[in-house]
């Protein structure tokens, strides 16, 4: 009899461990690839267009505009010049994740050469331990901002999606679940009053012209922004990007300019890395509302910017800084109610809004080349991203960040 309860407990246990076994395949990582996106206009990078595009070729002010030779197109300082990637997840169980993300050849070297040690072998599910070895391993070589940082996100963003496809469930329902059924959206493009006709929360318009075209230019964002408000009328968000391109007395002389215009905010009056003048621009103008936080990458970069109140809207990019950084982003800013709106992000960014309570609205940048049409931001990559009707996005319940890839897309595999 013993024998028999002898037998049956082993047939147990090998059973008990077989399926230790399967699960562990279903999420052990095995192989990690990564491709540079050679189609033009498909993937993170928003700046990789033809000659002629708005995003690149009209005048934008920018932090190297203050030089004249490069003042009237951003693709002519090389903004473009590095291009997206794309990688992907694999497990020994044959499931699979991607993401597409920032970095180029660089992101490539760095995830196949540096990162990928910590990847390869380890449960896909340990994502806040998977952050934190190749956040600490990159802290020599990164600081807290630009091509490593992206590139973990990018990993991040891959990760994510990996799971939520094993688990069979949307990436925004692993986070918490949704808090609203669809997401209000505004537009970030030159066709303000075009964006209001179709039903958006909102308009961001670039600022032409910065510090280097002196008291003129001044007048001229004046004009152009009086009139946009004229055209969109009193009650509608109008909001402007400076991406950077201004200093202290200018952002100061910016908004005492277009007091009347009341704008919801000026965004990115000032590079990331300047703290302190942040704190100095808001203390000067405090009706104005700021927004800053597109090129912060890490919850240390916004961690006095939240603390200070030197701005009143947060801006992680998920696709600079991944998932896993901004919800302790909007963990924190939640604290100081603060407004989290991501900066551009596509699929990544309505994930995180639609369960965010500190998110009443998401950003959609306009990439058609004229801004004329409703064009995914990410392009081609994806067969299916969504993308606003009537000022608003829908999402599905399709497992991961619900993105398909499209395989007419070009990627060499590095």
């Given amino acids: 009899m013993n024998k028999f309860f002898f037998l049956i407990d082993l047939l147990f246990i090998n059973k008990y461990q077989k399926i230790l076994i399967i699960m562990d395949k279903k999420y052990k990582i095995s192989e990690i690839k ?86 390869i072998g380890a449960d896909c599910r340990d994502i806040n331990l998977l952050y934190d070895q190749m956040y600490r391993a990159a802290i020599p070589y990164s600081g807290q901002n630009g091509v490593v940082m992206n590139t973990i996100a990018g990993i991040d963003l891959a990760l994510w999606d990996l799971v939520g496809k094993i688990r069979g469930e949307p990436v925004y329902k692993m986070i918490g679940g949704q808090v609203r059924d669809k997401l209000q959206t505004y537009v970030t493009g030159p066709q303000a009053k075009l964006s209001q006709d179709w039903g958006h929360a909102g308009s ?60 919801f905010w000026i965004e990115e009056a000032l590079p990331p890395h300047d703290l302190e003048s942040h704190k100095h621009i808001k203390s000067a103008c405090p009706w104005q509302k700021w927004a800053t936080g597109e090129h912060t990458n890490t919850r240390y970069g916004f961690r006095n910017i ?27 800013a939640s604290a100081y109610d603060l407004m989290v709106i991501p900066h551009c992000s596509g699929v990544y960014a309505y994930n995180f809004g639609i369960s965010s309570t500190v998110t009443p609205f998401n950003e959609f940048i306009n990439l058609h080349p004229t801004a004329e049409k409703i064009v995914p931001i990410f392009g081609k990559i994806f067969t299916n991203e969504p993308v606003p009707v009537n000022g608003e996005v829908t999402l599905t319940d399709l497992p991961g960040f619900g993105a398909e890839f499209n395989d007419e897309v070009e990627l060499e595999e590095i």
């Fill in 34 to 119: 990564v491709s540079i996106v050679k189609t033009q206009s498909a993937g993170a990078d928003y700046t990789d267009h033809a000659a002629g595009h708005w995003i690149n070729d009209t005048i934008i002010a920018n932090p190297m505009s203050i030089y004249p030779a490069y003042q009237d197109s951003r693709s002519s300082w090389g903004m473009d010049a590095i291009k997206g990637i794309f990688i992907e997840i694999f497990t020994e169980g044959g499931h699979h994740g991607f993401a597409t993300g920032f970095g180029g050849y660089i992101s490539s070297w760095i995830i196949k050469n540096h990162l990928n040690r910590f990847l």
């Fill in 306 to 332: 939240i603390r200070d109140r030197s701005v009143d809207i947060l801006q992680p990019d998920l696709a600079y800084a991944g998932m896993t950084e901004t919800l302790r982003i909007a963990a924190m």
């Fill in 204 to 263: 961001k318009i670039p600022l032409p012209y910065g510090p280097g075209d002196g008291i003129k230019g001044l007048k001229k964002n004046q004009e152009y922004i009086m009139e946009t408000r004229k055209q969109v009328g009193p009650d509608y968000r109008l909001m402007i990007d400076c991406y950077m391109a201004l200093d202290v007395p200018y952002s100061i002389d910016l908004a005492n300019a277009v007091k009347e215009a009341n704008l």
